[in-house]
């Protein structure tokens, strides 16, 4: 059976712990890959093509929206949906003409995360 190949993108070793240990727990998810910064990020993405990445809008080589876009550019099938701690309003108002996929509020990551995890199951056919 297909998995949904999940990337896990945040310079918080306990954060990417915590997200990681909850993905490993999804059925019909492989968490394929986690960086923590976004020229860690690039690279995996040519390396292990991730379906989805789940990637901080704030790291410390770079804004998230800046590695997004050129994440995408690179690898445009891939789905890039950012997360953050901050309001999701908020969230929108720094992804202006961003080319993420959606957004996630880290306080209420788990009922988005399986928001975004179902919704691109469906859109893969996995």
């Given amino acids: 059976m297909p998995l949904l190949k999940i990337m896990i993108v945040d310079d918080t070793d306990t954060w990417r712990m915590l997200v990681g240990q909850y993905l490993r727990n999804v059925p019909g998810v492989e968490l394929v890959g986690e960086a923590e910064s976004g020229a860690q990020a690039l690279e995996k ?3 292990l093509q991730p379906d989805v990445v789940l990637l901080d809008i704030s790291l410390p080589d770079g804004k998230g929206v800046d590695i997004a876009r050129r994440i995408k550019e690179q690898s445009p099938q891939i789905r890039v949906y950012l997360y953050s701690a901050y309001e ?15 957004f996630v509020q880290k306080s209420a990551l788990k009922s988005e995360l399986m928001d975004m995890i179902n919704k691109e199951k469906t859109r893969l056919g996995v």
């Fill in 45 to 47: 993405c040519v390396t």
């Fill in 88 to 102: 999701v309003g908020e969230i929108r108002e720094l992804s202006v003409n961003s080319p993420a996929d959606g």
